[in-house]
């Protein structure tokens, strides 16, 4: 009896064993010691090996029952220490209570009510009143008397007064109503996914493979199977549709199962038709491909899938769409569109060429305009593709973008033909006539490669009698143009780019790409053209096409910002607001604030070039440089990426210990920015049509924000902060409220605690509310997300006032 | 297959300015060791050991202002030279002296070099620009006596003189000055006379340098254009364009001929020497070693064709010297 002997199996040698093992151990419990641990591991092995208590047969259900109650009635000294709690804990849930509730019940030697308890409350916390349930639920055990049902059901209802009861209100918590009854409603939803999930599971599980392979070949098993979808109740079509569309290995095999249902059933063309494509965008790509695929491998379905395209196309173009729905779907309807194209033939696109145009420029407008760059390349994708398939000979639409994966899948959905719709029975011969009929090409192309060259006419035998023929020349092709040398002064380079002179297109660049540089080692001749330079690098357009000449651009007007800030920024802060300038100069306007502000308040920034002197102090206080270069290198990505996780505590140390040099020019920054959004120009409506250029302000603000930490502004600038983003917080535009949510975040970091609170409270208490409104309504994931940081962020700030006492 | 040029047989550093001016001494008979003086923009005239290739001596005469000219006057040890504190010098260096014997108040403020002419023993002509812009005047020295001052005519409006070269047609006739000017023009003088021979507008910008073949009787210049102009010089004195060379960046700054008048060597703008056969103006050579600004080029007056050597000066601070064609 040393070591139990593993079931060979399940069958009836598993029960044999068992039942010979729980025999033994009923036995053993009299005995109690070495023997009693041997038989209790037995059991427990042999149960664990049969897949649990819901493997137990009949007269093995009595057996456990039976040995429980002689553990449970054995006195304390003769039951194995943790090894009796296992018994419970993994016996028949439905046995194990009643049994403890029998114990429970009972006085006597057996178990004492507190050693009950705290096995129920481990039972209770390891989900075994779930498993109860569902053991109640099994076919067996419903044949089963209904009385030990009703007993069961009242014993659990009943717990918690049982409990205390027994215990004289000492319970643990667990079974405190409050707590009980919802673990209680957890187990019961519990229960009641794992059927519905097991019932779908089980139906077409079985159902499906198998249809698919016998309709492969039989017709009359087809007829059959459109009967049983065709037959299926409106209540239930949407989930039979559903199974049967994700379980298809194919747009083919879906068809052959369900024939022509769509043309048949309005509810399942509503699921297929809208249901699935409209309303739904959980889908894969090949669920989709399945159900449009399904729609064009049959002449009568295919009228539907053109007023598919149709209706995805009027969501794809309207504009409440793009502004109000989640990215996700948007992606979805693109995919869908992209398939659906991709199934069309020549004469059906022709028929709506027209509507398709239509739509395509209505889409593309909207799309454009949308500030979130995902959402342009989408509408770029879709449009380029729609316009390639109305439009087959003739200019083809095509747009800059950046491919990346998403671009690329999109489009491969429209050049594929998806190789499973290809009927199978595809003659073979077709096809090699046609790889025969391309083979005779190849050799053709070859032919006039080997033009002779010409001989080379003896133009150089003109004798040079007199020459210099004893020096033999040394190689030159070396001898290239040089690049032409940018000038060394501020002033030559304000010559040069104002100049008109076309022949100094060299100079021209030379100068734009030396400017920085310039800039950078000459801050006193700069300051005396600052304002000058300022004006002309804004309106400095590419005259020729340099590498990277906005980023040139745009390094040469941050240096200038930032070795005379005040002029500069006043010069650029005004131009923001007045008339005649493009979207992208005002952009460029703020992107140029931004970068100047993080360098002037990071002295490490440029290191090198000018603040070599003021670094070594800093290096002396804080002795992790390397560590501090790194947080600081992830705080300017993470401002970058618009996302904001800051770890507080830190981050306040160690910006203290560098001088900011933002804080005497944080308000010139900042202040002339905020002051006349309000005010629509002719040709500029920030409040109106040019909501990207608000976004980027609002953005802007934010940064701004964050960077002036521990400036003497800060708590004015909050202040004008707030009241800004209370006037903006029901944008439409998700990049605007993205925004003002990220200058929330930087307000609540920047700001100091107490002066947030002795200045702002009444409009924190309102951004609150506004926050909580946000993170539960607002379409956008992003705003939602930042939302619940913002409130993270003010729960941390009320924590971190209680710490400190006043 | 040509072959790739030769890098530079060595490299002087270390006279941590700009390099403006070089003059090699190496004619000397065989203990005297072949020098290099070379003029820098802190003033300094550095003497160039080129055995050691080392400084054998520093020698500051010129306040510091940049050193534009140095030659010397017959052997080794009688140095002239010319900087931008308007001054020229002559030194005496013999038994490791590094004095400034004499100097001489241009009040000339540009930056053309002087040009020396040896008419006699011990006696020397020296052209340099005078004080009022467009002059230039022709010394003698030792003595400093003044022989002439070449005006132009009234309204030729030449501007600065900006080269000047001073030769002989044959010994012991006239000497004739040819003078590059800042209109781009060269103008041939008779120096007794004080009278300008021929003028030819060669250039649209001003004439950086100028060398000048007195056998074949033909001259080149070079502008900051990208234009080399080569012109001749017939029996009626009359200058003439001969041919014109395109360069493929703009700029020279330096011109000399080889003095078996065999090769030429051009200083530029872009960093990079060229040589050219002097015959046919044929391209042989761009040696690219410098990274700033070539300034000057000079040839050694070795008495032994072999060890002729070729040298720039550079912005970049550092003197190259080349051992390039020394065969032929």
């Not at chain 1, 014993?155 to 918590?173: A, D, F, Q």
């Not at chain 1, 002066?755 to 379409?779: C, F, H, N, Y």
């Not at chain 2, 003078?179 to 649209?204: F, I, P, T």
Request: net charge negative; aromatic share 6%; proline share 5%.
């Amino acid at each position: 009896m040393a070591a139990a002997p593993a079931p060979p199996g399940p069958g009836a040698a598993l029960d044999l064993g068992l039942e010979s093992l729980l025999r033994e151990a009923v036995a053993a419990v009299d005995r109690a010691g070495e023997e009693l641990v041997a038989a209790l591991g037995a059991v427990r092995a042999a149960l664990a090996a049969a897949g649990g208590p819901t493997a137990l047969g009949e007269r093995e259900r009595a057996l456990f029952g039976a040995l429980l109650r002689r553990l449970a009635r054995a006195p304390g000294a003769a039951r194995p220490e943790g090894l009796w709690q296992c018994c419970f804990l993994e016996g028949p849930p439905g046995l194990v209570l009643c049994v403890l509730l029998e114990a429970l019940g009972s006085a006597g030697s057996g178990l004492d009510p507190r050693e009950v308890a705290v096995v129920l409350e481990q039972f209770l916390q390891q989900g075994r009143l779930s498993a109860l349930l569902w053991e109640v639920c099994q076919p067996q055990a419903q044949a089963g008397c209904l009385e030990l049902q009703g007993t069961l059901l009242s014993k659990i209802v009943c717990l918690p007064e049982h409990v205390s009861n027994k215990l004289l209100g000492k319970n643990p918590p667990v079974f405190f109503p409050q707590n009980y009854f919802p673990l209680l409603g957890d187990a019961v939803l519990q229960v009641l996914e794992k059927i519905s999930d097991s019932l779908r599971e089980e139906i077409l599980g079985v159902l499906v493979p198998r249809l698919t392979d016998l309709t492969k070949s039989d017709c009359i098993w087809q007829r059959i199977c459109w009967q049983l979808v065709e037959c299926v109740p409106d209540r239930w079509m949407e989930a039979v549709v559903l199974g049967f569309v994700q379980r298809a290995p194919g747009a083919d095999v879906l068809s052959r199962l369900l024939g022509n249902l769509v043309v048949k059933n309005k509810k399942a063309e509503f699921v297929v038709a809208q249901k699935m494509l409209l309303l739904q965008y959980g889908h894969t790509t090949a669920v989709l491909q399945n159900l449009l695929g399904y729609l064009a491998l049959d002449s009568g379905r295919r009228p539907l899938l053109l007023r598919v395209l149709q209706d995805l196309l009027q969501t794809w173009s309207s504009s409440s769409a793009v502004k109000h729905s989640p990215a996700e779907q948007q992606l979805y309807i693109s995919k869908a569109i992209l398939i659906c194209l991709s199934h069309l033939k020549e004469p059906e696109i022709a028929s709506c060429r027209q509507e398709l145009l239509t739509s395509m420029m209505e889409g593309v407008k909207c799309h454009l305009g949308s500030s979130l760059p995902q959402l342009r390349r989408l509408g770029m994708v879709v449009a380029e593709s729609i316009c390639s398939s109305i439009n087959t000979e003739g200019p083809v639409l095509k747009f800059e973008y950046e491919e990346d994966d998403e671009t690329r899948e999109l489009k491969s959905l429209l050049v594929q033909t998806p190789s499973f719709c290809v009927v199978p029975s595809l003659p073979d011969n077709d096809r090699s006539e046609k790889a025969g009929a391309a083979l005779p090409l190849v050799p053709e192309r070859n032919e006039n490669s080997c033009t002779a060259a010409p001989v080379k006419a003896d133009e150089e035998s003109d004798a040079e009698l007199d020459s210099d023929d004893d020096l033999i020349p040394y190689d030159m092709s070396e001898d290239k143009e040089l690049k032409l040398k940018a000038p060394m002064y501020i002033r030559d380079c304000i010559e040069v780019l104002t100049g008109s002179r076309p022949e100094d297109v060299d100079k021209w660049e030379a100068t734009v790409k030396a400017l920085e540089s310039l800039v950078r080692r000459n801050p006193a001749a700069t300051r005396e053209v600052s304002v000058e330079l300022a004006k002309i690098l804004l309106h400095l357009e590419e005259k020729t096409c340099i590498e990277g000449f906005v980023e040139l651009r745009q390094r040469a007007q941050v240096a200038v910002l930032v070795t005379d800030p005040i002029p500069v920024a006043k010069y650029l802060t005004s131009q923001f607001y007045s008339l005649n300038y493009s979207l992208r100069q005002r952009m460029d306007i703020l992107d140029v604030l931004v970068l100047a502000a993080q360098e002037l308040s990071c002295p490490k920034f440029h290191g090198k070039t000018k603040h070599s002197g003021v670094q070594k102090p800093c290096i002396q206080l804080l002795p992790e440089s390397d560590s501090s270069k790194g947080w600081r290198r992830i705080v300017d990505e993470r401002i970058k990426s618009k996302t904001r996780r800051f770890d507080t505590g830190q981050s306040r140390v160690e910006l203290a210990s560098c001088p900011n040099e933002f804080n005497s020019v944080a308000g010139y920054f900042f202040f002339p920015l905020i002051q006349h959004f309000d005010r629509p120009l002719t040709t500029f409506d920030l409040l109106g049509e040019d909501h990207l250029v608000l976004g980027r302000l609002v953005h802007t603000l934010a940064v701004l924000m964050y960077l002036a930490v521990n400036t003497v502004a800060v708590t004015a600038m909050g202040k004008a902060l707030l009241e800004f983003v209370w006037a903006l917080r029901f944008h439409t535009d998700s990049y605007v409220r993205q925004g003002l949510l990220s200058c929330i975040s930087s307000l609540l970091l920047s700001v100091p605690t107490e002066r947030i609170l002795a200045d702002m409270t009444e409009e924190l208490l309102e951004t609150q509310s506004w926050l909580g409104d946000v993170m539960e309504k607002d379409p956008d994931g992003d705003c939602r997300r930042l939302a619940l940081q913002n409130l993270l962020l003010m729960e941390n700030l009320k924590k971190k006032l209680e710490a400190v006492p006043s | 297959m040509a072959l790739p040029p030769p890098d530079p047989q060595f490299v002087l550093r270390g006279t941590s300015a700009a390099v403006h001016t070089l003059h090699f001494s190496c004619g000397g008979p065989d203990p005297d060791i072949p020098l290099l003086f070379s003029g820098s923009e802190n003033g300094f005239i550095h003497v160039w050991n080129l055995k050691t290739h080392r400084v054998d001596t520093a020698l500051d005469g010129h306040g510091r202002k940049s050193v534009c000219c140095v030659k010397t006057m017959g052997g080794k040890d009688r140095l002239l030279s010319q900087g931008r504190d308007q001054r020229i010098c002559l030194w005496h260096l013999a038994e490791g002296r590094t004095s400034v014997t004499d100097s001489l108040f241009t009040e000339h403020v540009g930056f053309c070099r002087c040009s020396l002419l040896q008419v006699a023993q011990g006696r020397w002509l020296m052209a340099m620009a005078a004080r009022s812009l467009e002059e230039v005047q022709i010394l003698e020295l030792p003595s400093k006596t003044s022989v002439c001052t070449l005006k132009p005519e009234v309204g030729a409006k030449l501007g600065m003189p900006m080269c000047l070269k001073l030769w002989q047609p044959s010994c012991g006739s006239q000497p004739v000055l040819l003078a590059g000017y800042e209109d781009g023009s060269v103008v041939l003088w008779n120096v007794s006379m004080g009278k300008a021979l021929s003028r030819l507008s060669c250039h649209q910008e001003p004439v950086m340098s100028l060398d000048f073949d007195s056998e074949k009787a033909r001259g080149i210049s070079g502008s900051s254009e990208k234009v080399l102009s080569i012109w001749s010089l017939n029996e009626q004195q009359n200058l003439q364009v001969y041919k014109t060379h395109e360069l493929i960046n703009a700029g020279i700054s330096d011109i000399t001929i080889r003095p078996d008048k065999k090769i030429l060597a051009t200083a530029g703008w872009d960093h990079r020497i060229r040589i050219f056969g002097w015959k046919k103006l044929k391209p042989l050579a761009v040696l690219d070693y410098h990274t700033a600004a070539a300034h000057c080029v000079s040839f050694s007056d070795h008495s032994s064709p072999r060890d002729r050597l070729l040298a720039a000066g550079s912005r970049d601070q550092r003197i190259s010297v080349w051992s390039i064609y020394a065969h032929t």
